[in-house]
Structures are given as structure tokens and as C-alpha cells.
């Protein structure tokens, strides 16, 4: 049972335009959202996050946006460079009581062109 | 601030020998999580440790997988009698407390033959 799912396996953009990436979730007990970014032969290295009592968290050319009513969240990067060529994934954790553990979509490669 | 140290980097190993892999969590980060990502998935969380205990190890199969995180040392995610199957990216992660934000090695890609 996919719990996080990311519909899109991968995304084109022109450097300096905006590249959205999207996820949806199944599991309404979700209450802290991440999005990390991975290279090729690295670790995930976080990104961006956002609690679901908020609808939006930026960090610079990030943003994050949350629709709980439709189980959805979305990354912006704008304007996208070509350095942000990655895969992109975003996680998921429960709400108190559990353990912390991050639940992952399957990612998303983006491809930014010069 | 060293960052999440994983060891080795990269591992082969025979049909039914064992895989040792080691994670030294950030400086001060006292909560560890194992994640394996199977080639073209995303991470499945597999065990989450607090320094000598396991908390959650749901995700971890019941068989041939252990892990531990002793009070001195390194965090250590052992499999026995490696299969084919286990091919995969094993990911360490650590945070300074339960919920915060977890920080990535850089894995340790795992081969069997």
C-alpha cells in the first residue's frame, strides 16, 4: 500500500522557469511533510518542510505547498536552475505517538535544461 | 559538524555471507534511522534506534536482518546469509531528537552475487 505517492517519474523544465513537483498522500494521520533532493550515488539531502496546521513554507527559491483536503503537496523551484537537476522526493511522518520514521514516495527525477 | 558517515560505501558479497554496514550519526544526534531503497523505488524505512535500543524495527524483515546501536560505536545494520534480493542502496539517517529533521549518509550500495 503506497501511503505516499509521487504520480510523476519525471519532469523537464527550461533553466529559469518554474518546475512544480507534486505528491499525494492516502493516510490522514500525516502531519509533518518533507521533500528531499538526491544525487546520483549520495544521500538524500533535505529541502524543505511543512507542518499540516500551515498551507505554505518558502525557503528562497523553494516552496512548499500543503492542500489537506485534497491530500496533496507541491514543491515549486522557481526560477530552476540546472544545479537542481535530481530526484526528487517527498516523505511523510504520523502524527505524536509514533516513531518518527519518514514514509517515501517513489520520487521524481527532474531534468532542468540549459 | 561532520555530517552523517556511512561505511563501506560500497560492498560485494557472495550468495549466503554476511554484509556488515556501519553509520556514524551527526555529532550530537542521538536517534538513527535505516532506510533501503530497492533499485527504482523510494526509501522503506527499516529500523529507527536510540543509543542501546531499538524502538521501531517494523520495517526490518524478521529474518537475517539485525541492527544495533551500542552505547560507544558506530550504529551497525547486519544481514546474514545475503540473497540476491538484498541488492540494494541501504541509507543512514540521524536526528538530535524524536520528529526532527533527519539527515542522510551517503549510503552504502550493497552487491550480491
Known amino acids: 500500500d503506497q501511503q505516499v505517492k509521487q504520480n510523476s517519474p519525471s519532469l523537464s523544465v527550461q533553466e529559469g522557469r518554474i518546475s512544480i513537483l507534486n505528491c499525494d498522500y492516502t493516510?490522514?494521520?500525516?502531519?509533518?511533510f518533507l521533500w528531499y533532493k538526491k544525487y546520483p550515488a549520495e544521500g538524500p539531502t533535505f529541502l524543505i518542510s511543512i507542518s499540516s496546521i500551515k498551507d505554505k513554507n518558502e525557503d528562497g527559491r523553494f516552496t512548499v505547498f500543503l492542500n489537506k483536503s485534497a491530500k496533496h503537496l507541491s514543491l515549486h523551484i522557481v526560477p530552476s536552475q540546472p544545479g537542481d537537476s535530481a530526484v526528487y522526493f517527498c516523505?511523510?511522518?504520523?502524527?505524536?505517538?509514533?516513531?518518527?520514521?519518514?514514509?517515501f514516495g517513489q520520487g521524481t527525477t527532474l531534468q532542468v535544461k540549459p | 559538524n561532520a555530517g552523517v558517515m556511512q561505511n563501506p560505501r560500497h560492498l560485494v558479497r557472495r550468495r549466503g555471507q554476511e554484509a556488515r554496514l556501519r553509520c556514524s550519526p551527526m555529532?550530537?544526534?542521538?536517534?538513527v534511522y535505516w532506510y533501503r531503497q530497492l533499485p527504482e523505488e523510494g526509501l522503506k524505512f527499516m529500523v529507527y534506534?536510540?543509543?542501546?535500543?531499538?524502538?521501531?524495527e517494523s520495517g526490518m524483515p524478521k529474518e537475517r536482518f539485525s541492527a544495533e546501536f551500542p552505547k560507544e560505536g558506530p550504529s551497525i545494520l547486519r544481514i546474514q546469509q545475503v540473497v540476491r534480493g538484498d541488492s540494494a542502496a541501504y541509507f543512514c539517517?540521524?536526528?538530535?531528537?524524536?520528529?526532527?529533521?533527519?539527515?542522510f549518509g551517503p549510503g552504502t550500495r550493497l552487491l550480491v552475487l
Open positions: 539517517a540521524s536526528s538530535p531528537y524524536l520528529k526532527e529533521t533527519q539527515y
Open positions: 534506534l536510540q543509543k542501546e535500543n531499538i524502538i521501531d
Open positions: 516523505a511523510a511522518t504520523l502524527g505524536s505517538g509514533n516513531t518518527g520514521k519518514l514514509i
Open positions: 493516510n490522514s494521520m500525516f502531519d509533518y
Open positions: 555529532k550530537g544526534h542521538s536517534h
